[in-house]
């Protein structure tokens, strides 16, 4: 399904990316106007910091009592007469889904955007006992005839031009369709105006689970969600199990951020609070209703300190689109359903892989702007240390880059050792100094140098002046104060018995 | 909930069977399997469900609860609480909402002005087909009389009728608000037996009749009586509309009218 499984690391997959320049352009675009119009709608609302913090509290605190509000919300939508079910890993979940299918002797699914489906290949699993699954929003529609999987949160076919979307599309239709955005979308209205009304089955996932009423909340534009929830006889919800929040009460806050941070907008065109299947009088909706509820990794950052905050997302994409890293390179380069800086820290917390996804963390500058985009205020940049840190704690750093780092820590804690390697690289650096600067990409200078250039050592060093810089300033310098002096005495004291927990990193 | 399971059993799977005594023991049979089948599922669920919560009380490392943690912070900060527009401003920020995604605004004196509106509209659109939701207020627009080339259906108001269908051919849909909010621009609509969901979606145009009267401030002044009724008082769809149906998947290009309706008009009343 990948676009480009076939490359392995994260440099790989961005160096594709970077060439191809229609994407690299459609990124940009992207994510400067989402990114604009998030700055602008919030700055609108304003009091931005508040609801923000308003978001974290009511996340943080649902997540920390999980088994309570998850619990109550899966007896309330028991007691609205919904099927809930529970899945463990991602596999159980599909086998779920496919036991419902299979039930219902489904022909046709009909899907609106779920990134938990995405999580689990669900459609692939679908195919295979021969039920068909559609995509219906309208990007996702896109990229499920390409093959492909998305590449935004929010805008999943954002690297997609319409004369490559009218390509696709005219083969469904088997006649030239002319690359007009009206016309595409004219075309895909009608099509999948039939699906939903013969689909057997609609299939959706959940932006936000109600604890105290056992409703399902969705937020969409297009409306194919409320087609999939309307039109069908059959729903089956994918809900990650972190979906849920207390109250409609709390809807409000997250109403209010997750709109104005994913597209800018002050709400979605369509939100929809789903509360059990039909009502026996009604004539639409759904007659059964499933909820599979999806751990997949989810529990594992329950407890952890450092990651347990990555449950309260949203899902809104505005990481992504405040990340410098991510506006390059675009999401194919994560090379996973979760891209941007979101998905670098979640998908190797999800797979407890930390080796597998080792160099999505390093595909970050660790600037921050992620958390600053944050609705719910999660720490983003430093979970990326983090995961760095538990990548070579656990002994899958790259050897050569430990082996240096060792070498390094040899060289700069002995000062002799410093000071003879300088000597022999002051002599040796001849071979390759040009004008006082180090442009080879011989060896290990080449990650380096092909970017940036490497100044040469001087000729006379700090270190070499610092003797004479010293006595200097001690002729000038007022004496310590004595309480000072003591304290000083006492670290420097503490230190030589080895208590000194500083540097460890 | 018997009451619904019944009912999602008894209306299940029809397969075109010809002899109707066979169709009918085969259809009682596959749906008292079908109803085994899920009565199995919910079992192996409610045990799963324990030892699921088990273990995630586990991974928080504190014993499963099961009274109500107070929360800290619960809904929208306090100034916002209090914040509120006057009627007039309501009807303005609304409106002014309402057109910037794309959605169509007039005001009318009565129920009688809007329904010569939606008739002359519908006149000129050559509209063929009508759907309206099953309610006193817009039975009194009139539009079986004013527009007699069209066909007017009422939402649910026979049997043997697909009306999901019908929705669906529909070229103009007519709903009445049960409440609007001009914060956001945003239409609330709740399902019944005579208010289809899909009176609100399926048709290409649709008309919302928005009592001012019912035009809050805030969307927390619908969301907060959702939680004060409790989930006995939900119905199956509570839907905020907020204006057309809208996408920008295709290189960031506005389409208007992806899948529910392009053309929305709020006619204000009052």
């Known amino acids: 399904m990948s676009a480009n499984k076939g490359k392995s690391s994260v440099k790989e997959r961005a160096e594709l990316a970077l060439n191809d320049e229609f994407l690299v352009k459609a990124v940009k675009f992207t994510t400067e106007r989402l990114r604009n119009g998030k700055k602008n709608a919030s ?152 699906k939903f009304l013969e689909a057997d089955i609609g299939m959706t996932g959940c932006n936000f689970a109600i604890a105290e009423t056992g409703s399902m909340v969705l937020f969409e534009n297009e409306g194919n969600a409320r087609m999939v929830t309307t039109v069908p006889k059959t729903q089956i919800t994918l809900m990650g199990m972190e979906r849920i929040i207390p109250s409609f009460e709390d809807l409000e806050v997250m109403a209010t951020l997750l709109p104005r941070s994913a597209t ?106 992620c958390y600053e985009a944050c609705p719910v205020k999660i720490p983003l940049h430093d979970m990326l240390i983090y995961l760095r840190r538990r990548k070579v704690e656990t002994g899958n750093g790259k050897a050569v880059e430990t082996a240096g780092m060792k070498g390094f820590a040899a060289l700069t804690g002995s000062s002799a050792a410093m000071k003879a390697a300088l000597a022999i690289g002051k002599i040796g650096q001849r071979l390759v100094v040009r004008g006082g600067e180090i442009r080879t990409k011989l060896g290990p200078l080449k990650g380096w140098n092909s970017y940036r250039v490497t100044p040469s050592l001087p000729r006379r060093s700090f270190r070499d002046r610092w003797e004479k810089l010293d006595r200097e300033i001690d002729a000038k310098r007022p004496p310590m104060a004595p309480d000072m002096k003591r304290r000083m005495e006492r670290i420097v004291q503490e230190r030589e018995q080895g208590g000194g927990g500083h540097g460890g990193h | 909930m018997a009451d619904i399971k019944r009912q999602a059993v008894g209306e299940s799977i029809g397969e075109g069977k010809t002899a109707a005594g066979a169709a009918q023991a085969g259809l009682a049979g596959a749906d008292a399997e079908h109803a085994a089948w899920l009565a199995e599922m919910e079992r192996a669920s409610r045990a799963k469900q324990e030892s699921f919560m088990n273990g995630i009380s586990a991974r928080l490392r504190h014993p499963r609860m099961t009274t109500n943690p107070q929360q800290p912070a619960r809904g929208a900060p306090d100034f916002w609480r209090t914040f509120d527009w006057t009627p007039e401003e309501r009807i303005e920020r609304f409106e002014a909402n309402w057109r910037s995604v794309g959605g169509h605004t007039a005001r009318v004196r009565d129920l009688d002005e809007a329904g010569r509106f939606i008739a002359e509209r519908a006149q000129e659109l050559s509209a063929r087909i009508i759907v309206r939701q099953d309610q006193d207020e817009l039975a009194a627009l009139g539009l079986e009389t004013s527009v ?89 769809g509570v839907h905020f509309i907020t204006g057309p149906s809208r996408s920008s998947d295709i290189e960031n290009d506005l389409t208007i009218g992806v899948h529910g309706p392009g053309v929305v008009y709020a006619l204000i009343i009052g």
């Open chain 1, 43 to 194: 700055a609108e609302h304003g009091n931005w910091d508040e609801w923000r913090e308003r978001g974290r509290q009511i996340r943080l605190h649902t997540i920390a009592h999980l088994d309570y509000y998850l619990n109550l919300f899966v007896d309330n939508a028991r007691a609205n007469g919904v099927h809930v079910h529970f899945a463990d890993k991602g596999e159980d979940a599909v086998a779920i889904a496919m036991e419902i299918a299979q039930r219902k002797a489904a022909k046709t699914v009909v899907k609106s955007k779920s990134m938990v489906s995405e999580e689990l290949h669900l459609n692939h699993a679908l195919e295979q006992i021969g039920v068909e699954a559609i995509e219906t929003d309208l990007g996702e529609y896109i990229i499920q005839l390409a093959g492909e999987m998305p590449s935004h949160i929010v805008i999943p076919a954002i690297h997609k031009n319409r004369y490559q979307i009218a390509d696709l599309l005219s083969e469904v239709a088997g006649e030239r369709l002319e690359a007009d955005t009206t016309v595409l979308a004219g075309f895909v209205r009608k099509k999948l105006r039939e």
């Open chain 1, 264 to 369: 800018g907008q002050k709400l979605t065109m369509y939100m929809s609070a789903i509360t059990g299947p039909k009502r026996t009088a009604d004539a639409d909706g759904p007659e059964e209703m499933h909820i599979i509820i999806v751990d997949n990794g989810r529990s594992l950052q329950l407890g952890d300190p450092e990651f347990q905050e990555l449950l309260n997302c949203i899902r809104c994409g505005a990481c992504l689109n405040a990340c410098p890293v991510y506006r390059h390179i675009g999401g194919h380069a994560y090379g996973s359903t979760y891209s941007g800086p979101i998905g670098a820290v979640l998908t190797p917390a999800l797979n407890k892989n930390v080796a597998e996804w080792d160099d999505i963390a390093n595909a970050s500058s660790l600037c921050g702007a």
């Open chain 2, 148 to 236: 007699p080339e069209a066909e007017v259906s009422v939402w649910n108001s026979e049997a043997d009728v697909s009306w999901k269908a019908r929705a669906a051919e529909a070229d103009i849909g007519v709903v009445l608000a049960d409440q609007a909010l001009a914060y956001t621009g945003t239409v609330v609509v709740r399902s019944a037996p005579g208010k289809g969901r899909s009176v609100s979606l399926l048709p290409t145009v649709l008309f919302i009749l928005v009592p001012a009267e019912r035009l809050g401030t805030r969307l927390g002044e619908a969301l907060i009586p959702m939680d004060e009724g409790g989930r006995e008082a939900l119905p199956a």
